[in-house]
C-alpha cells in the first residue's frame, strides 16, 4: 500500500552504513566525581558523558551501548536559516538539511526507551517538514503536540509582515500508548495557588477551609446542623446532609462561630498537579539566554541563540524523573546538560563545535563546582556536585596509506584497536582481570580477543587449553600462521583489516550539518527588560 511520506532530493540514495566509532575520554575535560551504576534495565552506566564530535557518528556508538535507555531527548538543531550553506540552490540546501536530519532522528528513535520523549525545537523554515519526517519514523499516534515557545516579547519592528515570537517545540513519545503511560503528565502547581492550600493534615496533605453555604447555587440544598449552644444553623448547601454529618463525625467539615454567627466549613485538598499547557510564555526568552550568558562567560553574545534554563526545565520535569538519562545531540553552550545535571538526571551532551570545550565543559565545571548561581539553581536548590567525562570520538579505525591500501589508523593504541574490533563486531568490550584474552564478550560464553602479534598455532593451543568446553572465542588479528586458522572448533580467526573492509564507510568524517559556524544573533537588545508584550 502507497503511504503518505515526504519525499525530498536524496532521500533514496544509496548510503553506506556509518562506521562505529569508540569514544575516547580525554580526561583534561572530565571533572568531578562519576558514580557508576546502572540503568533500569540493569546495563551497566558509566557516567555523565559530554562527546565532542559529529553527532552522527556519536550517536552511532551510542546506540552500540544504550539503545533503548534515553528517557528524554531534547534536541535544538541549526534552523536552516538559508544563508548557513555553502550551497544557495535553496531545493538542494533544504533537501541536504532533511536528509541529515532523517538519519539523526531514526538513530534518536532506537535509543528512546519504550517510555520516553523526544522534544525537538525548530523554527518555522523547517517545522512542518520534520513534523512529517518524525511522523514516519514514530507514527503519527506518538506524537503528542507542539509547544509554543515565546521566544522574545518585544522587538521585531523591522519584520514585514509578521514578528514572529515563538518558535515550536515537536513533541513525541516513542509509544504514546495508556499501557505504556500510565499515569498522565502533570506540573507542579504554583506559588499563587500553594499558597491557598495553607493547612496540612495528619498525613502531610495541603487543603484549606471552604465555606459550605452557596449564594446562588443552581441545585441549593438545604441542609441543618444541630449547634453546640442548642440553636440550628439552617443553610443552602453544596454537599449533601449526609455527608456533611459524616464530615463533622471525620473532621472533614467543622462548625466554627465567629461575629456573624456559626459557619459551616469543610476541606478543600489541593489536587496532585496541573495538567501542562502547550503555549509556554513564562519560560524565559532569547534575552534571558543571553543574560545567563553574560553571567556565564562575559559577554551576551558569547553563544548565538542559546536556550534559557527554564525552558529546558521545564521541557524535562515533563520528559523525565530524577535518575532517567537525557541526551541533546545539539548541546550549544551545554544548556542542557547544566540543567540536567542541577536536576538530578544522568546526561549525554553532543557538540561538534569547539564551544564544547569553551562553553560546554567550563559551565558544567561550574555546575560541578556549585559555582553556577544562575538559571535554575535556586529553584533546584542546586548546590553542586558529581561529575562528567569528556570523551573525543575516536578517528576512523581504517585509513588509506599513501599507496591506497587500507591499513589501521596507527593512531590507534592496542586497547582502543581491541575496543573497536569489539564494537565492530557487536561485542561489549569488558577487558577480564584474570584472562587475558576475555577482552569482551558477546555472551555469557563467547568471548572476543584482538591482538597486533602474529597469531602462531602454539599461542592458540595455549588459549584452548584455558577455555572452558563451552566457551567460543573471535580472535582478531593482523596476521597468523596458516595453521593457527581452523586449529579447534570453538575459536574463529579473523584478519583485520581485510574483514572490516566493505563493511561501512571508513576514513569519512564529514556528517555534519556544515554550520558550526552559527549565524550571528539579532540585536536582543531591543526586547524591553520588562519583557512586556506589544
Ligand atoms: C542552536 S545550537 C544549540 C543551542 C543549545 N540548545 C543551547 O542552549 O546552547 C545548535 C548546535 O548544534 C551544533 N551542531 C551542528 N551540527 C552538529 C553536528 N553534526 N554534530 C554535533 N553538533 C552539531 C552546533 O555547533 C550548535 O552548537
Not at 584474552?437 to 584455558?466: N, P
Not at 572452558?468 to 586449529?487: F, M, P, V
Amino acid at each position: 500500500m502507497q503511504k503518505l511520506e515526504l519525499i525530498w532530493i536524496g532521500k533514496d540514495d544509496a548510503q553506506e552504513p556509518l562506521e562505529p566509532r569508540i569514544l575516547i575520554e580525554n580526561p583534561q575535560y572530565s571533572y568531578g566525581t562519576v558514580e557508576e551504576t546502572t540503568l533500569p534495565s540493569g546495563n551497566p552506566w558509566h557516567g555523565n558523558m559530554l562527546i565532542h564530535g559529529d553527532n552522527l557518528l556519536a550517536l552511532k556508538s551510542l546506540v552500540s551501548m544504550y539503545a533503548g535507555e534515553v528517557k528524554c531527548i531534547y534536541i535544538d538543531p541549526p534552523y536552516n536559516t538559508g544563508n548557513a550553506f555553502d550551497l544557495y540552490d535553496d531545493m538542494v540546501e533544504h533537501s541536504i538539511w532533511l536528509s541529515l536530519m532523517y538519519q539523526r532522528f531514526q538513530h534518536l528513535h532506537t535509543l528512546l526507551r519504550k517510555d520516553g520523549f523526544l522534544f525537538v525545537n525548530l523554527d518555522e523554515q523547517e517545522h512542518a517538514y520534520a513534523k512529517v519526517i518524525l511522523d514516519g519514523i514514530f507514527g503519527r499516534n506518538n506524537f503528542i503536540g507542539d509547544i509554543i515557545w515565546q521566544k522574545r516579547k518585544g522587538g521585531g519592528n523591522d519584520s514585514r509582515f509578521l514578528a514572529l515570537d515563538h518558535d515550536y517545540i515537536l513533541v513525541y513519545a516513542k509509544d504514546s500508548s495508556k499501557s505504556v503511560h500510565t499515569s498522565k503528565w502533570t506540573i507542579s502547581q504554583t506559588e499563587e495557588y500553594l499558597k491557598r492550600y495553607k493547612e496540612i493534615d495528619e498525613n502531610g496533605n495541603r487543603y484549606y477551609w471552604d465555606t459550605v453555604a452557596r449564594n446562588g447555587l443552581q441545585s441549593p440544598i438545604p441542609v441543618s446542623v444541630e449547634c453546640p449552644d442548642g440553636t440550628t444553623l439552617s443553610i443552602n448547601s453544596q454537599m449533601g446532609q449526609e455527608t456533611i454529618n459524616e464530615g463533622l463525625k471525620n473532621g472533614d467539615v467543622r462548625l466554627t462561630k465567629s461575629k456573624n454567627g456559626w459557619t459551616l466549613h469543610h476541606r478543600v485538598y489541593m489536587s496532585e498537579g496541573q495538567r501542562p499547557r502547550s503555549i509556554f510564555n513564562d519560560s524565559g526568552t532569547n534575552k534571558t539566554a543571553a543574560d545567563e550568558m553574560l553571567y556565564l562567560f562575559g559577554s551576551k553574545k558569547s553563544f548565538p541563540y542559546p536556550k534559557p534554563e527554564l525552558l529546558i526545565q521545564k521541557i524535562l520535569e515533563l520528559g523525565s524523573n530524577p535518575g532517567d538519562l537525557v541526551l541533546d545531540s545539539f548541546l550549544g553552550s551545554g544548556t542542557t546538560a547544566a540543567v540536567a545535571h542541577k536536576m538530578g538526571r544522568k546526561y549525554i551532551g553532543i557538540e561538534l563545535g569547539n564551544h564544547a570545550y569553551t562553553h560546554c565543559y567550563p559551565r558544567l565545571k561550574k555546575v560541578t563546582d556549585g559555582e553556577d548561581q544562575g538559571g535554575i539553581t535556586t529553584a533546584q536548590n542546586w548546590r553542586g556536585g558529581g561529575g562528567f567525562k569528556f570523551y573525543e570520538l575516536a578517528p576512523s579505525l581504517l585509513k588509506e596509506d599513501e599507496f591506497g591500501q587500507m591499513i589501521i589508523n596507527p593512531e590507534y593504541n592496542a586497547d582502543q584497536l581491541a575496543a573497536a574490533m569489539a564494537m565492530q563486531e557487536g561485542y561489549t568490550y569488558q577487558p577480564d582481570k584474570d584472562t587475558y584474552w576475555k577482552q569482551g564478550y558477546g555472551s555469557e560464553h563467547d568471548f572476543i580477543f584482538t591482538t597486533t602479534q602474529f597469531l602462531t598455532a602454539e599461542t592458540i593451543d595455549r588459549i584452548h587449553e584455558t577455555m572452558g568446553e563451552d566457551e567460543s572465542l573471535l580472535i582478531c588479528c593482523t596476521a597468523y600462521q596458516k595453521e593457527a586458522k581452523t586449529r579447534h572448533g570453538n575459536i574463529t580467526v579473523k584478519k583485520i583489516p581485510k574483514t572490516l573492509l566493505g563493511r561501512c564507510a571508513f576514513d569519512k568524517d564529514n556528517y555534519n550539518l556544515n554550520i558550526v559556524a552559527a549565524p550571528e544573533m539579532d540585536d536582543i537588545e531591543d526586547e524591553p527588560e520588562d519583557e512586556t508584550t506589544f
